[in-house]
């Protein structure tokens, strides 16, 4: 009934708007994109589009009065009188005179710095002002891609049919075409709530656009904005700092304010700075517009070649605010020769300027989608879009709306899945997968060869993976089933093992989730794996650096997981497992063959006869609570959807029980508990934390494996993009407990604070990361270590290496290194 009542109201509002419209040029008749149109004195606008078209709804047509503004030409304003419900309008702007005061000759005299220096004084007036409000909100994005080459590095680019469709002959089209109409309320610094009312997707009709006001809140009273990392607002506490000014003119608008325009200019290229224009009202100080230029590497995003944002604010002479009617964001990007653009309008709408909400007007739901918002019909758009769509806009809706019917029909899949499906001879060995898409399930089966399982061990020798997975779906209801069963064969230690999986998700709501597994498994000591397959097999082979060390599991569990309350995940397990101990069985390396290898008993190394542990079998609970504080979320019809609250911690609490072993002493308690946190220090970075600590109970004598490892390396490889859960020079197994344990992690990324400053180094566009990681146990000395590292380094666009020197100290004894940080082998592992 609410959803009706709502659709109810929209229609009759709908029905009842009048609407202006036409075309705005310059005195040439060249088209004005992206110029502001509103209606005198109200809170009704829109802007034009790239062809200079617009359509503005009005609630009635008696005497408007219309007022077109756009930077570097006159405010405009006329008055429109008709009985008829929509009026064409066209409208000719000629271009602004700007005057310049002698005084800006003056060096020693800068004009602009005054006037800067007066909007940063009055910034957090102007700022309360629109403190809080409501507002309509629409908003339209669009992706392209521009001259899509036919090989990258010599390879055929096979981008799928779906997507070639899309492209015209020069590799150039919309790959992404979505619009949005909300209402939203929203409370300095950071609250929000929204109201998406209708969405839509070029070609999806099912799909819920992604472009809300929750992403587009750039506001330059801020002190700075956030674009991957803090950029610099010209008008911040400390923006002399970072930029320069030049008056460039003034001019008075409508109201006869006086307007400055200030060129705003780096002070060091490699800072996270905009650059362009800035436009100041006289007397008040507030912003009257923003142009400004963010290039890519300043904000650490090194496929983004350059971004635009450009705001333009009207002014009501009732409340005598100045609030923003329209802001619009491009970008180009590329790599390989792959050029991206995109371009993202919004409009803000029928502003009112509350004194204060409701305490429950904001929760932790910041954007809820109604039932049918993405049912609205093309009627519905053309009469509420407050910017017209552009012809190549239009065509691409027409065209993929009308294919997507053709695209779902079983009839297109089962033809288009005929094609991938075909079975070809070398299958057997590569690999086969054969796709349903109407009925949406897919088999897979890995091959024979399947290469990139290929790994070393010194107790299997190389070894290969294969198997088969059966996947089915629904996206709609959230819902997903997948089995699978994975054969691994060790070459050299001559054994074939099997494990089998079954995995169910019920909803994307709670994702509630319930699985089951079992079989045979070689494993590592330490459950989290601290060296990967791909780094051992580099280091035993080339190294004769056996760091892996290797157990037999044969094991049943079976897990359930689900979001219990906002925030709060719990994940439940049960487990029977047999371990084995496994020994060495090859020497093979490439080089230093005569070396020898580490046994695979990690607490002796050195001991190629004596186990690490004697067979035996148990059964284990494990009980895990992860909470978001502050957990905020969009809802919409097909789901819920989480997003971490960065003010706040995550925190993990463990209970882990072994019990029925095969002798009592291996039965055991523990208890766990870490707070992971990023602190953001503004434009200084960030310092990443990572606390952990618990504590076992009756486990004198428990299992080596059962043991609390820790994340060491000795390879002087680093895999992650952040050291938060790694003790970069310690043993991998040195310092394991079956008592109580702490560990700490600190890690602070200055995001180019401190390297953009030093000449020569700033031009690697790199950051500084400085670490801090001990651990304390019971009966030894604390380990700690020291790091200082450069992130982002890397080749052109391509910036995936850390370099860090470490020193570590324990009880006297001391250790320096450097860490070589590769993140490309996240990909590759």
């Known amino acids: 009934m609410r959803n009706y009542t709502l659709f109810a ?46 359509q503005l709804n009005v609630k009635e047509i008696g005497k408007n009065k219309i007022v077109f503004q ?74 392209k891609i521009k001259d899509l080459p036919k090989k990258i590095m010599g390879m055929k680019v096979d981008i799928g049919d779906d997507m070639a469709s899309n492209l015209d002959s020069t590799g150039t089209g919309i790959l992404y075409l979505s619009e949005t109409i909300s209402k939203i309320s929203f409370e300095k610094p950071s609250k929000l709530k929204e109201k998406i009312i209708a969405s839509r997707i070029s070609g999806n009709n099912k799909g819920f656009s992604y472009n809300t006001a929750t992403l587009s809140t750039y506001d330059f009273y801020d002190n700075t904005l956030e674009f991957n990392i803090n950029i610099i607002s010209p008008i911040a506490d400390n923006a002399f700092n970072y930029y320069k000014y030049k008056l460039e003119g003034s001019f008075f608008d409508d109201n006869n304010q006086q307007i400055y325009k200030i060129k705003v200019t780096p002070k060091r290229d490699k800072e996270p700075v905009f650059e362009g224009y800035i436009y100041i009202v ?56 792959v050029k991206f653009s995109g371009k993202f309008n919004y409009v803000y709408s029928n502003y009112e300027f509350p004194t204060s909400f409701e305490k429950k007007t904001f929760g932790n739901e910041i954007v809820a989608f109604e039932t049918d918002a993405n049912k609205k019909d093309d009627a519905f758009w053309n009469e509420i879009r407050p910017i017209p769509l552009t012809i190549e806009e239009s065509n691409d809706y027409t065209k993929k709306d009308s294919l997507q019917t053709i695209k779902k029909s079983q009839k297109y899949t089962d033809s288009i899945d005929a094609k991938n499906n075909k079975f070809k001879v070398f299958d057997v060995i590569m690999g086969y997968e054969y796709k349903n898409t109407f009925e949406k399930h897919s088999f897979e089966y890995k091959g024979l060869l399947n290469l990139s399982s290929l790994s070393f061990n010194t107790v299997q020798g190389f070894n290969l ?189 463990a209970f882990e029980k072994a019990f029925a072993a095969s002798e009592k002493i291996y039965e055991f308690e523990r208890i766990g508990a870490s707070v992971q946190y990023d602190l953001s220090l503004g434009n200084k970075g960030i310092l990443g934390m990572n606390f952990r600590g618990g504590k ?112 570590s100290y324990q009880g006297g004894i001391q250790q320096n290194g450097v860490v070589f940080g590769l993140k490309i082998l996240n990909v590759l592992d």
């Open 696 to 807: 076992f109970f009756n486990a004198e004598n428990i299992s080596f494996i059962d043991y609390r490892h820790f994340n060491g390396n000795q390879t002087h490889i680093g895999t992650s993009d952040r050291y938060l859960n790694v003790f970069n020079l310690m043993p991998y197994y040195a310092n394991s407990t079956n008592d109580s344990y702490f560990e700490m992690h600190l890690e602070h990324n200055d995001t180019g604070f401190i390297m953009n400053k030093i000449p020569l180094l700033n031009l690697l566009k790199s950051t500084m990361n400085l670490g801090f990681h001990s651990l304390a146990i019971p009966d030894r000395k604390p380990y700690s270590e020291f790091t200082v590292g450069l992130d982002n380094l890397g080749f052109g666009k391509f910036k995936m290496f850390r370099v860090d020197y470490v020193h």
């Open 282 to 337: 006289d007397d008040s100080f507030a912003i009257y517009a923003v142009d400004v230029d963010i290039k890519g590497y300043r904000m650490k995003n090194e496929f983004t070649e350059v971004m635009n944002l450009k705001q333009s604010f009207s002014y009501n002479i009732k409340n005598k605010i100045w609030s923003k009617n329209a802001q619009t964001l491009a970008f180009n990007a590329g790599v390989f020769g």
């Open 70 to 143: 756009y930077l570097g030409f006159k405010t405009q304003k006329s008055t429109v009188s008709s009985d008829s419900k929509t009026v064409t309008l066209n409208i000719t702007m000629q271009e602004e005179s700007f005057a310049l005061n002698e005084v800006v000759i003056d060096p020693k005299n800068n004009p602009a710095n005054a006037i800067i220096k007066s909007a940063i004084a009055n910034k957090k007036n102007n700022s309360e002002k629109t403190a809080r409000y409501t507002a309509d909100f629409y908003s339209k994005g669009m992706f």
């Open 465 to 653: 993976d294969s198997g088969f997975s059966f996947k089915k779906w629904n996206e709609e209801k959230g819902k997903s089933t997948s089995i699978s069963t994975t054969f691994n064969y060790g070459f050299s230690d001559e054994r074939f093992r099997v494990t089998g999986e079954f995995s169910h998700k019920f909803n994307n709501t709670n994702y509630a989730t319930i699985s089951a597994s079992g079989g045979t498994k070689v494993v590592q000591f330490n459950s989290a794996e601290p060296i990967s397959k791909f780094i051992n097999s580099i280091s035993s082979l080339f190294f004769k650096d056996n760091y892996m060390k290797l157990y037999n599991l044969e094991f049943a569990q079976i897990n359930y997981s689900q979001d219990v309350a906002n925030g709060i995940n719990l994940n439940a397990k049960v487990a029977y497992e047999q371990r084995k101990p496994l020994f060495n069985t090859t020497d093979y390396s490439f080089f230093k063959r005569d070396d020898i290898y580490s046994s695979n008993n990690p607490l002796a190394p050195n001991d190629f006869v004596t186990p690490g542990f004697d067979q035996h079998h148990l059964f284990k609970t494990t009980l895990i609570a992860r909470i978001n504080f502050g957990n905020k979320y969009i809802s919409r019809p097909d789901g819920r959807f989480n997003f971490k609250n960065d003010k706040y911690p995550t925190v993990f609490l």
């Open 9 to 54: 109201f929209l229609f009759f509002s709908i029905s009842n708007f009048a609407q202006i419209k036409g075309t705005i040029t310059d005195d040439k008749g060249n088209p004005l994109p992206f110029v502001s149109v509103f209606e005198e004195n109200t809170y009704t606008g829109t802007t034009s589009n790239e062809q200079g078209k617009y």
